[in-house]
């Protein structure tokens, strides 16, 4: 789309929505290209400013086979694809508002009681998103605009005003929302946090101390310049901490018979549905199903709680003063009610346990077989997976404890994240195919180790 020459909003939004199907699959935040767009609707339109440039808040209903789903975008006249969140004037307009804790026609800016703003800064987006789109504005605040909207209060938001609420160290601090009403429904479309210029992504530092360690001929891991050990052990107890500071801001539960029964089904369920698209998985299925049945004979209660949900390398920042955790919305794909549900802590923990595995293995995707490469990976791999379950063990609460004492469930959950993954690498990197699918040999104790 080009810029327009016309300064109605009306006209406006009527031509972006004509070039939205065409427009959207192009997109890195759209969550529907595995399915064509047939059908674009406005359902909210709020006009921002009418002087040129014009900005507009637009909601739109994107309707592809079998589903219907509420995405968000802030146009503009004068830009290029009418994309405002990339021009830095237009996005300033938008922390202006939230400074003002202005409402314009239902849509609310509005910042944390304790904060105030500083206006006048310009925004610009992160371009390594994925699902969302995040603006920075100078080195102060980033600004989430949530691409996709779930009906209601994000998960995000919700628990990390909880977090802030309770002293938590490990996230960074709440600062604003922008909400609105769609479906008669309270919705978070944007979330304003602290800013931390010095920050950087787990995944990031994993990644850049396997390549250390692959480049060493003879050293074990341990004895590498750039060892993640320390920091994966300081990752667990920051990781730890998060859960406790849950526990004590929205309490906890105990799983009881159906509860455990629901979850080995569900995993069963999952695993059913993936072999039957991806045939590689089979020669594992009985060992899968041995490992999910296993998890009901965990002993002791089982603590289930508000968690991250969607916790790996990339979720997670290291900063001068320690590890933060970030994108508390859980899994992109599953339902809000899956999202928002009460869960064992355990699935994070092995969400960043795959995590490691694959920080470990990635160098070696698409390359010709290395036994030596694939013998320090899997080195690699123990050590800061060890040192993570041991730094989470020291500064676990009492309700969850030492996840290495409960073995069945942990590998239950790894197993179930893994054949997640399966799913995930088969319909988009099919060459990454082959590490969850080792993961799985090795785990369960079908391949080599």
């Known amino acids: ?91 300033g307009r938008l922390l202006d508002l939230l400074a003002d804790g202005a409402t314009v026609d239902g849509l609310v800016f509005e910042h944390e009681p304790d904060v105030t703003l500083n206006k006048g800064l310009r925004g610009r987006p992160i371009t390594a998103e994925q699902s969302n789109t995040s603006l920075v504005f100078g080195s102060q605040y980033i600004l989430k605009l949530f691409r996709k909207l779930t009906l209601g209060e994000n998960p995000d938001l919700v628990l990390q005003r909880a977090l802030h609420r309770v002293g938590c160290e490990h996230i960074a601090r709440p600062l604003g929302s922008i909400t609105g009403r769609l479906d008669g429904q309270v919705t978070t479309v944007g979330m304003l946090q602290q800013f931390l210029p010095d920050a950087v992504d787990g995944w990031a530092m ?170 320090r990976a899997l080195e690699w791999s123990r050590r800061n997976r060890a040192a993570f379950t041991e730094g989470y063990a020291e500064a676990a609460a009492s309700s969850v404890g030492d996840p290495r004492k409960r073995g069945y469930l942990l590998r239950a959950f790894e197993l179930d994240k893994a054949v997640y993954e399966v799913s995930y690498e088969h319909a988009n990197r099919p060459e990454w195919l082959t590490v969850p699918l080792s993961s799985i040999a090795r785990i369960t104790g079908e391949g080599k180790r």
Do not use: C
């Open 1 to 91: 789309m080009n810029p327009r020459t016309s300064t109605d909003p009306r006209a406006l939004v009527a031509e972006v929505v004509a070039e939205l199907p065409g427009l959207l699959p192009a997109q890195r935040w759209f969550g529907g290209k595995d399915r064509p767009v047939t059908g674009v609707r406005p359902l909210r339109t709020t006009v921002l400013s009418e002087a040129d440039p014009v900005l507009v808040h637009l909601v739109v209903e994107v309707e592809q086979p079998d589903r219907r789903e509420p995405y968000q975008l802030l146009v503009s006249d004068t830009v290029d694809n009418h994309d405002a969140t990339g021009d830095p004037e237009l996005a």
């Open 206 to 375: 994993a990644t850049t101390s396997v390549r250390d360690l692959m480049a060493e001929g003879d050293l074990h891991a341990d004895e590498v310049g750039g060892d993640f050990a320390g920091e994966a052990q300081r990752l667990g107890q920051a990781v730890a901490t998060v859960h406790a500071d849950l526990e004590r801001a929205l309490g906890t539960e105990h799983a009881d018979a159906d509860d455990i029964d629901k979850t080995v089904r569900a995993m069963t369920a999952r695993l059913d549905s993936v072999v039957a698209a991806v045939p590689e998985l089979r020669p594992y299925v009985p060992a899968l199903r041995e490992a999910f049945e296993a998890a009901r004979d965990t002993p002791g209660a089982i603590a289930i709680q508000h968690i991250h949900g969607d916790l790996h390398l990339g979720q997670v920042l290291r900063t001068v003063h320690g590890w933060l955790l970030i994108d508390f919305e859980g899994e992109p794909g599953a339902p809000i009610a899956e999202r928002t549900a009460l869960r064992s802590p355990l699935r994070d923990v092995a969400g960043m346990l795959r995590s490691f595995d694959y920080a470990a293995h990635q160098l070696l995707v698409g390359q010709p077989e290395d036994h030596q490469l694939a013998v």
